[in-house]
Structures are given as C-alpha cells and as structure tokens.
C-alpha cells in the first residue's frame, strides 16, 4: 500500500519500535518505570496501616492493687497500646507527649482500686498527642469498651455491684493539642513540609540540569567563577522562594483554616532554613547525577513518593512497621513535620526542636557531600 | 603581527579513558594572527580549545598562553581569553543587555554599564537589547556571543566554529570584524569547516585523530601535500568518476559544478591514470590544488584509524 493517505500499520509499528529503542537507551527512564511500581507496592500494602496498633504509651502508675494491673494488662492486651515508659509523675509524662516521644499517656491515680471497689468512681486519665488525629482516634474510641470488659471480668461474685449500668470509672480522656480532631490542623502544617520538599526539591534540579542541558554551564565555568558561586549563587534565590511559600502557607493555615498557631514564628523560620537547605541539596545532588531534566524529574518523584507516604503525612507514622519507621527516620519531612506540628500546634520550644533538627541536618550534609564529590567529576 | 608568540603549548594530551582526544599537539600562534584550526567532526579541536582555556586539565603537556603556564595559571589565563562554544550558550530568556550585563559582573569590570553599552553600539545590537536571545535569528545570536566574548577585552578569542548555521551575508561582516580586531593586535583561533573561512587565515593547523598533521599558510599547506589536481569538463563526468576512482594514483574524483576534480599525490601515476581517458569528447586541464582538495586529502591519509 503506497496511498499516503491511509492508515499504515507499518509506520505506525515503526514508530512503536523507535520508541522502545529510545526508551531501552534511557536507564534511567527504565529504571523508574520499574521502580516506581515496586516501591509503590511494597509501600502502600506493607507499610502503611490506617488502624494503627502498638503505640507507643506512657504509665504512670501511683495505685499497686488488683484493678489497676487488671485495667493495664487489658489494654495492653487489646494492642492498641505498648506501654514504653513508666514514670512517676505526671508532669514528666505529660513532657514525653510533648516531645512526641509516645503517643499516650495513662495515668492511675493514687488509691484507684480502693475507690473503685467503694464505688466512688475514680478517674482514670489518659492524654494523648492528637496532632495526628489519624493515629489517636481508633485507640480512644477503643477505650470505654476495653475499660468495661475489664471489669466485667472482676465484676464476679461479691463485686458484681461494678458492674452496674454506669461505668465504675471516671475515664477522661484528654485529645492534647487538638482536642476535637480537626485534620486540618495536622494536615496544614504538614502540607509546609510537603510542599516544600516537592518544590525545593524539584526546582534546583531542574535549573543545575537546565544549565548542563543548554550549554550555558559551559560558558559559565569559561567565566573567571568558581563552581561553589555558581552552586551557590544558584540555591539562594530559591531559599526565598521557599519562604514565600512558607507565609503563603501559613496565612492560609491561620485565615482560611484557623490553625492555631502556638509556638514561636521566628523558632519555626529558623527550622525551615534547616529543611529547605536539606532539600537544596537533594535538588542539587540529583542534578549531578541526572543527565537531562526528564531524569531530574523522576529522581524528584522518586524521592517525593517514600517522603510522602513513610513520613507521617498522609499515615500515621506509628502505624507502620518497623522498618518503615526505620526509613521514615532517614527522610528530613518525617523529622519536619514532627518540628512544625511541634512548634504550631504544642508550642514546643528551642530544647525540643534540636531532637528533631539535627537529624535533617545531618541528612543534608551527607547529600551535599555527596553532591561535591559528583560535581568534581562532572567537570572535567 | 609581531613576532611575540600569544600560544606557545608543547605536546599537549587529553585522554578519556582509553580515548586520546588530543596526543601530543604543538603549537604556535604569533600575537595578532588568525589561526584556523581545521579538522574532521571529532577530531580534538573542542577538546585542544578547553585545554587552552582551562575547562580542562590537560594530562600531558607544557607552555604558555599570553605568558603564562599554560596548565598552572589556567585562572589567570581565563580572564584574558575570550571563548565562544560552538553550540549558543548564552541564556535564551534573557535578553541581549542583561546577557552583555551579567557576563561584564562575572568579569568585574568597572563602569559596567558604560562598558555593556560601548559593546551593544560597537557590534550594532543597540536597538536589539532588549529581544531576548532565544527569539534571536543565527547570525544575530552569532553577534551577541561575539559582543559577550569580547566584552573583558581579551588578547586572545578561541572560537569553536563561530558560523556554523550562520549566513553568507552575515559570515562575511563576522570577517571583517576579526581581521580589524586582529589589526589591532587580538589573536584568533578559530576552529572552522569551511574552507573559504580558511583561506581567510593567516595561518592553518590541520588536527586529525588527535594529532597535529600540519601547520603553516595557505599555500604553504597546499604546496606541502605535494597534490595534483586536473579538472575535467566533458559528458558523462559521474561515471567517469566512477572509473577514474577505482585506479590506483587517483584518490579523489570530486565534482564541482559542471567540473571534475581529479586529485592523487603521486603525479606521475594520477598521469597515467588519467591518460586513457585524455580523449577529445574531454576536456583536461592542470589546475592548483585547491584547499578543500588539501582537506580531503589530509582526512584519506589518516582513514583506517578510528575517528572517534
């Protein structure tokens, strides 16, 4: 068939076969065709977990009979709570929640079984860190029905009087920091961190790429300029941008979403410099390896996807197991996020945040440490 | 001219990996010339050019640039070179003046302005500054890279093939520029396929394979290929090329026009080779080996060796 004007099969097979010999030349292409599904997969059906079990819990145990135990080992034994730490006050429990060192705190008040068996109803308290209404709400719904099959199981014989219609016990239950679990108030302040990772991340990498693809950097290293300026004299402009998006965020959380805002600005400002300048050196150490921007793009989503789903932004970071957690550790959002719902939403202070700012710091320098030893070698 | 040498660089060599790019190239060039720097697509000329201006380090190798160590004072060299890419590399969203403004920062140049003026007046981009340069036609963007590299008055311009895509119009008016800055005392090494931008230079420099092949003038080049070339004028020239080629002493049968370039080094076997042909439906005559006949024939010499 030589008629132009018809539909041929052959050409249209030539050009499927083009673009598979292109796609095999890309490596880089290929490798994330492949990747991306594989992390996708063992990402969302191993690690993530909506029903979150096993957190972490703070005791504080000040009353020694039966009843106290009995309530501890059922909700041990519900799973939903791992008791971590026992200490004696409250005040030093209370420090732990906010730290985010547990998720709850359970407190036995003094001559709790006494009470109990008297009938006065004592309290029992239990605060928990509801940042992250994700990772509370299914526990503290738990609560009053683990609480009521633990007494049942007392209420025998000469104490059946507990199990009346109303709860023998007085169970508080405090939701900290958002008492009425608001998810904008874990999601707005965690969109800062996404945000920021995506575009800091993405932009730099894209403008050092820019500059190879185009010849331009060849012109540039022609120049009298040393290469950190240009590294450099690259990154600042978009340490700003990052700023303005950090207030375009916070206006937003604060007027549209009325967030509270809690702790101190200038604290949080100071703490996004860390993780925007761990960010950069992400983008710019993916420029470095990256041989076009196509391929800068898809490190970006490469590295934007484990950030997004193993950082505690759309699962509850103790839901997951272990060695999701362990990764969720690597990654400077995980520790960002903690530092900004921290900072907003406890009003945590400069001693609490350094728990959490090294660690992206120590990620951001052994990236850009990695990115001078590839930058060395990409120029001769 | 004088006689005061601007490059004076002995065996310099760039490998990567087991590629030599350039193996062991001498070369002179005298204050105020043009050199071109003629050679195959890949044959080391980018390569030599970086070396000289230090983009890369060379592995082997000695001299000096505008008087100073060609491999340890590759800084100071830098500021007194200017080097235009053989692709455009200057930024195309930005426009003419802010591209001439941001090069006159990088060089710290005083009175910057004034200076970013001067060169928009002298190389006739005035009324163009404000375009931006990708939206700039071959010849125009050809212009503002040569305003750029002239921009901290270099001594010394090495020009990667300055006019490739550029018109004849424009080439010719890129000339004239040269040759009145090399008057006044700038010197040029410009690498070029074109051989009538060759004939333009003072002097050449043959490159092939990383090796430097030969040096010297127009006519000293030609004369030293020891080539001999007849022309042919007659029916029939592509077959005859056809057969004239598969003799031995031929080595090119070339046409130009209407006209048949028969070339070989070795004149007494291009003679017989040609004689059963010297019938009167042809017409023969001897005529000077021209560049390009040069050219080629410096480019069979090196066949076999790989050219990558």
Redesign the interface.
């Given at each position: 068939m030589n008629n132009n004007s018809v539909f041929s099969l052959a050409r249209l097979w030539a050009i499927v076969v083009k673009e598979f010999i292109q796609m095999r030349r890309d490596r880089v292409t290929f490798a994330m065709m492949i990747g991306i599904p594989i992390l996708q997969l063992v990402l969302f059906s191993y690690a993530i977990n909506s029903d979150p079990r096993h957190l972490s819990a703070a005791i504080v145990v000040a009353d020694h009979g039966p009843q106290g135990r009995a309530i501890l080992s059922a909700l041990r034994n519900s799973t939903y709570f791992q008791f971590v730490r026992q200490v004696s006050t409250e005040a030093e429990a209370q420090a732990a929640l906010a730290r985010g060192e547990v998720q709850f705190m359970i407190n036995i008040p003094e001559h709790f079984t006494r009470d109990l068996l008297r009938g006065d109803r004592p309290m029992l308290l239990v605060e928990a860190d509801a940042t992250d209404p994700g990772a509370t709400g299914g526990p503290l719904g738990a609560l009053p029905s683990i609480l009521n099959a633990a007494m049942l199981n007392d209420a025998k014989g000469p104490l059946d009087y507990l199990a009346s219609a109303e709860s023998p016990i007085d169970l508080r239950i405090h939701a900290k920091y958002n008492p009425e679990a608001i998810t904008q108030y874990t999601i707005v302040p965690g969109l800062l961190g996404v945000v920021l990772t995506m575009t800091m991340v993405m932009i730099t990498a894209l403008a050092i790429t820019r500059e190879r693809e185009?010849?331009?950097m060849?012109?540039?290293?022609?120049?009298?300029?040393r290469p950190l300026e240009v590294m450099i004299g690259k990154i600042l402009p978009y340490i700003l941008v990052g700023y303005i998006q950090m207030a375009l965020i916070l206006l937003a959380a604060h007027f549209l979403f009325q967030v509270p805002i809690v702790g101190n600005l200038w604290l949080l400002m100071g703490v996004t410099l860390v993780f925007i300048a761990a960010s950069l050196a992400v983008g710019v150490t993916f420029s470095t390896l990256a041989q076009n921007q196509r391929q800068a793009m898809q490190m970006t989503l490469f590295f934007f996807l484990p950030s997004i789903l193993l950082s505690g932004f759309m699962f509850p970071f103790r839901g997951m197991p272990e060695w999701a957690q362990a990764l969720g550790e690597i990654l400077p959002l995980t520790h960002f996020l903690r530092l900004v719902r921290g900072i907003l939403l406890k009003g945590n202070g400069i001693d609490d945040v350094i728990r959490q700012l090294w660690q992206i710091a120590l990620f951001g320098v052994v990236v850009l440490t990695i990115a001078v030893f590839r930058y060395r070698r990409t120029l001769? | 001219m004088t006689d005061e040498l601007a490059i004076d660089v002995k065996g310099m060599t760039k490998r990567f990996g087991k590629l030599t790019a350039v193996d062991h190239v001498d070369l002179q060039v005298r204050k105020g010339e043009v050199c071109g720097f003629l050679g195959p697509n890949g044959s080391g000329k980018t390569t030599f050019i970086r070396m000289l201006c230090g983009l890369l380090r060379a592995d082997e190798g000695s001299g000096q640039c505008l008087g100073h160590d060609v491999i340890k004072d590759s800084e100071t060299i830098k500021r007194q070179v200017g080097y235009m890419t053989q692709k455009f590399s200057f930024w195309e969203d930005l426009t003419i003046e802010e591209n001439l403004d941001f090069v006159a920062r990088m060089y710290s140049l005083k009175n910057r302005r004034e200076t970013v003026k001067q060169s928009l007046e002298r190389l006739g981009l005035s009324a163009r500054k404000d375009q931006l340069a990708g939206q700039l036609s071959g010849g125009w963007k050809q212009r503002l890279a040569l305003a750029a590299c002239l921009i901290h008055e270099p001594q010394l311009l090495l020009l990667d093939e300055p006019t490739a895509g550029v018109d004849p119009i424009a080439r010719r008016d890129f000339w004239k520029e040269i040759h009145q800055l090399a008057g006044q005392g700038l010197t040029f090494l410009i690498a070029t396929h074109y051989m009538d931008e060759a004939e333009r230079c003072h002097r050449l420099a043959f490159i092939a394979n990383g090796k430097l092949l030969t040096v010297g003038t127009v006519s000293d080049v030609v004369e030293n290929s020891h080539l001999t070339t007849w022309a042919v004028d007659g029916p029939d020239l592509l077959q005859l090329a056809d057969k004239l080629q598969a003799l031995p002493g031929v080595e090119q049968a070339v046409p130009f026009g209407g006209i048949l370039h028969i070339s070989g080094p070795d004149q007494a076997a291009l003679e017989q080779a040609i004689a059963p042909f010297r019938t009167s439906q042809y017409h023969w005559k001897q005529v000077p080996a021209g560049l390009e006949d040069v050219f080629i024939h410096l480019m069979e010499q090196t066949k076999g060796a790989p050219s990558k």
């Open positions: 185009s010849g331009t060849e012109n540039l290293l022609s120049m009298p300029t001769d | -």
